[in-house]
């Protein structure tokens, strides 16, 4: 087949099973899905305690983050984290950084990101300006250009020492390393026994290993090696992107954009972001950049609420968007909804590796799903390809086992997948 009609079928396949996928991929529009309302369902309009607990775990966060790093940190227009006084401009005409000099701007770094043909600009605001004054001024300079806040971008789930576990068995044979698959999240502890058969390429913090537990956790159900344990991807190299590096202000989203292009650059076509937040007008360029080059974004919805906004990158319709079930294969009542949804996966009553000497952990949250589906994606996607990259979709979704309401819908997506690969503590306790 040539070229043309090879595209010609992978848009006949994603017209019939992954709509949104003309976005991702750079392809032309198909026709779209009718816009759903987001459900409440009636037993979660007054959520059990506990519940209730999970839904504000990254409020409480944000409120904890505003009132320790008030110094560094302060909050956007709608409450969310932000670096104090940066504004973030992505590829600005040098015209709007002279009139922004004129207003008394300071340009604090500038940074080219050849991979994503792109160049991140961040400037000071004035002395005695609040941030959301200096984005509202360069926005009324040049309303076209991509500015925003230096947004800051939290995990999205929870990580518990699962005490009296056994240790992991003895690992497989080394990974072969057929493929790559992408991380871009906290400190992954690569000498962990769970990923001691892995291979695993690190970027960020410098010479410095900052190991976390949940980058550690997510790190393992991607590549993760033992005899009682099972990741969706042992044979593939992890390229694991630090974000946070135990800094103040890690996981920002200037972070973010340069080590997805380290990713681009390493060809890696299938990336995991276990994060959230606000929309951002540069992240959103950086994702646009990402995936027209036929790399597949995989992201955690988040876990705010049945009836919360959409939470990004995960809401950007070029994103493969999951949500979490438990073990009986029922949403977590606190993973966010709505349209964007693609997949859900095994996100609670489950192992993966434990952090600072505990062989496991017992996790629940989104953030530990969409590391379940980026895995299944990165053995169907070895190479960046737009084409291939929607074929990959397709394959996977045709394999979803539907859930909720017939069909794709807003709160399963297409449907479960990677229920396989989810490890019963009970598997695991001495």
């Known amino acids: 087949m040539t070229p043309a009609s090879l595209r010609a079928a992978a848009l006949v396949l994603l017209g019939a099973v992954w709509q949104p996928a003309q976005a991702q991929l750079g392809l032309p529009r198909l026709p779209s899905l009718p816009t759903l309302p987001a459900p409440v369902a009636p037993a979660l309009q007054r959520p059990l305690p506990a519940v209730t607990e999970l839904i504000r775990a990254r409020q409480e966060r944000v409120a904890d983050m505003l009132q320790q790093r008030r110094q560094l940190v302060e909050p956007d227009p709608a409450g969310e984290p932000a670096v104090r006084g940066q504004v973030l401009v992505t590829s600005p005409a040098p015209a709007l950084i002279d009139a922004a000099r004129a207003e008394g701007f300071t340009v604090m770094r500038e940074r080219r990101l050849e991979a994503l043909d792109l160049t991140l600009v ?159 007008r540069t992240l959103e360029q950086v994702v646009r950049r990402a995936t027209s080059r036929g790399i597949l974004l995989v992201a955690a919805v988040g876990n705010d609420g049945p009836a919360a906004a959409p939470l990004y990158p995960a809401a950007y319709p070029e994103v493969v968007a999951v949500t979490a079930v438990d073990a009986r294969g029922d949403v977590l009542p606190e993973a966010c909804r709505g349209p964007h949804v693609a997949f859900a996966a095994p996100g609670a009553d489950m192992v993966a590796a434990g952090f600072a000497r505990a062989p496991y952990a017992v996790m629940r949250g989104t953030s530990f799903a969409a590391p379940l589906v980026a895995g299944l994606l990165a053995a169907r996607l070895h190479q960046p390809d737009v084409t291939a990259a929607g074929l990959a979709l397709t394959a996977l979704a045709r394999q979803a086992i539907d859930a909720g309401a017939p069909g794709r819908d807003v709160v399963y997506g297409h449907g479960v997948v990677g229920r396989e690969l989810r490890t019963e503590p009970a598997l695991v306790l001495r």
Do not use: M
């Open 122 to 280: 961040t400037l000071r605001a004035p002395e005695g300006w609040d941030t959301a004054r200096a984005v509202r001024r360069l926005r009324e300079l040049d309303p076209q250009a991509a500015i925003d806040f230096n947004h800051l971008y939290l995990e999205s789930g929870t990580v518990d020492p699962l005490h009296a576990a056994s240790p992991p068995g003895a690992a497989p044979s080394p990974s072969n390393g057929r493929f790559k698959v992408g991380l871009i999240d906290a400190g992954v502890e690569t000498d962990h026994p769970l990923l001691r058969g892995a291979a695993v390429r690190a970027w960020g913090c410098g010479s410095r290993k900052v190991p976390s537990a949940h980058g550690t956790a997510v790190a393992s159900l991607l590549v993760g090696r033992a005899e009682r344990f099972r990741s969706a991807a042992p044979d593939a190299v992890l390229y694991a992107a630090d974000v946070y590096c135990d800094d103040p202000i890690g996981g920002s989203i200037e972070a973010v954009a340069a080590a997805l292009a380290w990713l681009i650059g390493e060809q890696v076509a299938v990336v995991n972001i276990s994060l959230v937040g606000p929309a951002n």
